[in-house]
């Protein structure tokens, strides 16, 4: 149990592959224009990362050391293509938006890490979690993200959300406020760099000053725990 | 009598960051006044505003950085970037693309990267691109010169045009500029010249309208040769070298002259080229800035001679009509390799035996 939850938080926050591993920036920094994009993008690595995780898990006892990276890279391009055909078929209007990226997951670098960090050690069912948990975490940041740049570029959140959900949910459109004059470096590629830039600013102020609290903490349990390893 | 011993380098040139500073901005005075005297009392507010902005802004980052703020604002490089950022703006664009581009210059591209001193690209550049990219529209309505604009707008219209984008009869920006002298429009010479010539006219039907000069556009010469005078005063202040603005201006010159030879009929010419846009207050003011520039006296003729030819591949290949801000932005970005490889040899190292 503490396992999965480790791997939770790995996953989502203190290895997190879009705020500390820094991989699969590519897409990250190309399709958060809008949270539709975003999300649409985040779920289908997610569930890439959780098939592949699966299956390279699953064969990683068969599978040659000194071939193995064409393996993983035959696997994920397999479920890649599954989630393209997918979307074609039923997200047909986010799958023109987002274009060469749904192809390009397959050399999105965090889940051939997973895959070679993680799937390839561990049982099927712990690396589909921790599929999942990184999955989610890389999905939340491109949610964030382009939630920032939406909004800034904009002003508006959910624009879109129809192609991504079905025509019900083009009332999920919110126009936080309206411009004359749309804010174009937001939405922008080099408004993608400064995003996450403040993205990983604002989580390592956070991890400061959880460690500036957690600190004097430390400092009590300092003086019984040289007893404990005396016992030992 | 007291000896004191003090560390080398022992011959100081008595120049504080601030004297830097101030010298800069005189000498930018007389660019601003013959541009104020063409375009009207817009420059002058824009002037103010980035200057507000960019204090406040300075001292709202230094703040939050836990610096002391006063030490660092008064040595006037925030300033210098406000001047350098209003001058480059269209007179009467609105007001929040100055306070936008004062910000961003000031907190992010200089202070989030540690200061003065520590910033990769120039401010005041980086925040032309910025505004330029976001902002098309707004950030090429440069207003016509006032001596082809059939009614001239008095102080208090140029003031409600900037924050109301409309006078108190309601002119817009549009409309006003819509009503110049038959034949001129409103656009920059640079920006005319390059519409003409891909509509398939000779630069010599082009210039043969209203609003060109003798030498470049029509007040755009002047400005420019105002502020080549303020830079001959910085070179003779020593406050710059002579390497950067001479590179770059050598550079330009030489490949519009090349491209004058090749394709006369496209091409507007070399004096065209150094006193049009910003070519003059580019060579001199900011490519010129200490903290981005390159450090060697070698490595200087290379980012100047680069930003030179970059400008005029820009202005005569590129989308945009003028390029001295993408030119010095992307040379920022290739000073550290520059500085790399033009180390000059220290006595006692490095030689070749």
């Not at chain 2, 380098?9 to 960051?17: A, R």
């Amino acid at each position: 149990m503490s396992q999965l939850k480790s791997l939770f938080q790995e996953g989502t926050w203190q290895n997190n592959p879009a705020l500390v591993q820094l991989l699969g920036l590519c897409p990250l920094l190309a399709v958060t224009s809008t949270v539709t994009n975003a999300l649409g993008l985040g779920i289908a690595t997610l569930l890439v990362l959780v098939g592949s995780n699966f299956t390279v898990s699953v064969v990683r006892n068969w599978v040659p050391k000194d071939i193995r990276i064409p393996v993983f890279v035959m696997i994920i391009a397999a479920f890649v293509t599954v989630i393209q055909l997918l979307m074609n078929a039923y997200t047909f209007g986010l799958y023109q938006s987002l274009g060469i990226f749904i192809p390009l997951i397959v050399t999105n670098c965090a889940i051939i890490g997973r895959a070679e960090a993680f799937a390839s050690k561990n049982s099927p069912l712990l690396s589909v979690w921790d599929g999942l948990m990184m999955g989610l975490g890389f999905a939340l940041v491109l949610f964030v993200l382009g939630a920032m740049r939406e909004l800034i570029g904009q002003g508006t959140l959910f624009d879109g959300a129809e192609l991504l959900l079905g025509n019900w949910a083009s009332v999920l459109r919110i126009e936080i406020f309206s411009f004359d004059h749309q804010f174009l470096v937001a939405i922008l590629p080099p408004g993608a760099f400064l995003g996450l830039g403040f993205l990983i600013a604002a989580k390592n102020i956070i991890d400061a000053q959880l460690k500036a609290k957690a600190a004097p903490t430390a400092e009590e349990v300092k003086g019984p725990r040289a007893r404990v390893t005396n016992l030992n | 009598m007291k000896l004191t011993m003090a560390s080398s380098p022992h011959n100081h040139s008595h120049k504080s960051v601030n004297k830097i500073m101030m010298t800069v901005m005189a000498a930018c005075i007389p660019g601003i006044l013959v541009q104020t005297y063409y375009f009207g009392f817009g420059v002058l507010i824009q002037l103010a505003l980035a200057l507000i902005t960019a204090s406040l802004a300075e001292a709202l980052v230094l703040k939050l950085r836990g610096r002391a703020i006063w030490p660092s604002l008064s040595d006037g490089s925030a300033w210098l970037t406000a001047v350098l950022l209003a001058i480059s703006i269209p007179p009467l664009a609105p007001w929040w693309i100055t306070v936008i581009g004062a910000f961003f210059a000031i907190a992010i591209v200089k202070q989030l990267y540690g200061g003065l001193g520590f910033n990769l690209f120039n401010p005041a550049m980086a925040a032309y691109v910025l505004l330029l990219i976001s902002f098309p529209v707004q950030m090429t309505s440069w207003s016509p010169i006032q001596a082809l604009t059939l009614e001239s707008l008095s102080f208090v219209d140029q003031l409600a045009m900037i924050f109301t984008e409309s006078t108190s009869q309601g002119v817009t920006l549009d409309v006003w500029r819509a009503g110049v002298i038959d034949g001129a429009t409103g656009a920059t010479p640079l920006d005319s010249v390059k519409t003409a010539v891909s509509q398939g006219l000779t630069v010599n039907e082009a210039m043969s309208k209203q609003g060109f000069g003798a030498l470049a556009g029509l007040g755009w010469q002047y400005v420019n040769l105002a502020f080549l005078l303020g830079g001959l005063y910085l070179l003779k202040a020593k406050v710059i070298n002579w390497h950067i603005p001479v590179a770059f201006i050598a550079s330009l010159g030489l490949a519009s002259a090349i491209g004058y030879i090749i394709a006369p009929e496209s091409e507007p010419g070399t004096l065209f080229h150094l006193l049009s846009g910003g070519a003059m207050l580019g060579a001199f003011f900011i490519a010129t800035d200490p903290v981005s520039a390159s450090t060697t006296n070698l490595g200087r003729l290379i980012y100047g001679a680069a930003i030179g030819f970059t400008v005029y591949v820009i202005r005569q290949f590129g989308g945009y009509p003028d390029a001295v801000a993408f030119a010095v932005v992307i040379m920022n970005m290739a000073v550290p390799l520059i500085d790399h490889y033009t180390q000059p040899r220290t006595y006692g190292h490095g030689a070749k035996s």
